[in-house]
């Protein structure tokens, strides 16, 4: 049976703001403060979908999350009204408030790591939502994280969801922004590559000095056995810790991969050689295409300041590749010379498509890290909920959805505004019953 990888982006939150809160990501520490503009934030989000549907590719939509979490708030020790303990929070601790008003689901490559059905034991795509546990703004995400997903892939025929890692630092998980599947077509058997920082039970083992390194290795086998892959599927490899030293706080920041093709710096990985003979190896036949660049071409710092890796790389077909960029790799001379001499040395990337996401850019989110890679066959797709999949006529309902309740601009001083809380859940509230998918958020569960 055919399968098809779709894209399944974030829609960005209506408290999309700069409150540089992820140490280790250089562009949303060198943004803080700034004032941000939830509404074109959203709309940029929903153009790029947009046009890669309209370029014959599936596209689906993911939900934003309930924004300030007055919830997590009350567990911190904060009482009173809702609109009480938003003004406590803002007067005594305005950290905890920028943390729990962050639009940062709108990376679903942070989501979740999926495995498709052809790779798995039962036959069944899995998804674990991941833990997040590096950061405390975004460790609040997953309990609603599983709600959407179990809400759009609803059928237990066809799909298994599993609950987050235990919420401690040795099972650091941090979703597909670490997970790459390699395969000839999606339908077939494939190899995930998962890359991590560093092993959390191994005090001796390489780790980077300056950031953190979110991802550990003990997390991703534990993911790899939930869904039950064979270990002739999974490749483990770790991230090269000087590289996140210098600002590459995920895999997708410095690789993507897509079918055959890995598109990687040459500073990527610790033990590249031996990662790529293990690729090789256990995809049995399938050519590997490993397009390699070097720092000579492209630095680790034009690499981070532009996010020429945090692309998405698609199939136009069975051998030529699209890879979907940022605004900023076009303005980075180094990076737009080597782009465009890519598409004509002859190799599998044959096109760049070009995107403005300057919203999610500034807070350290490009192209990949908008979007969740789920591949499914034709009776799965037939299965997901029909109201999340992009189309002409979401695409026009979810911008009015945006023109009626986004503000044009927050400030941080704006999060401590208890009509936004209200503005937030009024506009969920609809948008669960435009997209039909009933009650997922937690003022809509009490």
């Known amino acids: ?243 996140i030293d210098q600002g590459v706080f995920h895999n997708d920041v410095i690789a993507v991969g897509n079918r055959n093709v890995l598109f990687y710096h040459e500073q990527a990985f610790l033990n590249t050689s031996q990662m790529l003979t293990e690729l090789e190896a256990k995809l049995q036949g399938c050519l590997l295409k490993a397009v390699k660049v070097s720092d000579s071409e492209v630095s680790v710092a034009d690499a981070v300041s532009s996010y020429l890796f945090n692309s998405q790389l698609l199939s136009l077909n069975d051998d030529d590749m699209m890879l979907v960029v940022p605004h900023e790799c076009r303005d980075n001379p180094n990076v737009k010379a080597y782009l465009d001499d890519l598409v004509t040395r002859g190799g599998p990337i044959k096109r760049v498509e070009v995107f403005d996401l300057k919203q999610s850019m500034k807070n350290g989110g490009g192209p990949a890290c908008l979007r969740l890679r789920v591949a499914l066959n034709e009776a799965e797709l037939a299965a997901v909920h029909p109201q999340v999949m992009m189309s002409e006529e979401l695409f026009d309902t979810l911008n009015a959805w945006v023109d009626k309740h986004y503000r044009d601009r927050i400030s941080q001083q704006d999060l401590a505004d208890p009509q936004l809380l209200t503005e937030c859940r009024t506009a969920l509230d609809e948008l669960t019953q435009l997209l039909q998918l009933g009650s997922l958020y937690p003022f809509q569960l009490a």
């Open 1 to 243: 049976m055919k399968a098809f990888e779709v894209n399944f982006d974030g829609l960005v939150g209506p408290t999309h703001n700069y409150s540089g809160l992820s140490y280790g990501n250089v562009a949303s520490e060198t943004n803080i403060r700034d004032v941000s503009n939830p509404k074109e934030a959203a709309k940029q989000g929903l153009r790029k979908m947009k046009a890669l549907h309209d370029m014959g590719f599936k596209q689906g939509v993911l939900l934003p999350q309930e924004r300030p979490d007055i919830a997590t708030l009350r567990r911190l020790g904060f009482t009173g009204s809702d609109r009480e303990v938003l003004l406590q929070a803002a007067h005594q601790a305005p950290v905890f408030l920028g943390a729990v008003a962050s639009a940062s689901c709108m990376w679903t490559a942070n989501a979740a790591t999926v495995s498709p059905s052809a790779d798995t034991t039962d036959g069944r795509v899995h998804f674990t939502a991941a833990n997040l546990n590096a950061k405390f703004h975004r460790s609040i995400e997953h309990p609603t994280t599983t709600r959407i997903l179990q809400g759009i892939f609803n059928n237990e025929q066809h799909f298994a969801h599993h609950k987050a890692l235990p919420p401690t630092s040795q099972f650091g998980d941090e979703g597909a922004a670490n997970h790459t599947r390699f395969c000839k077509n999606y339908e077939d058997k494939g190899v995930e590559l998962f890359v991590y920082g560093r092993v959390a039970f191994d005090e001796n083992a390489p780790r980077p000095m300056k950031y953190p390194a979110r991802q550990t290795l003990e997390a991703c086998q534990a993911v790899a056995r939930l869904h039950g892959l064979a270990d002739s599927s999974v490749v483990y490899a770790q991230q090269n810790p000087a590289v």
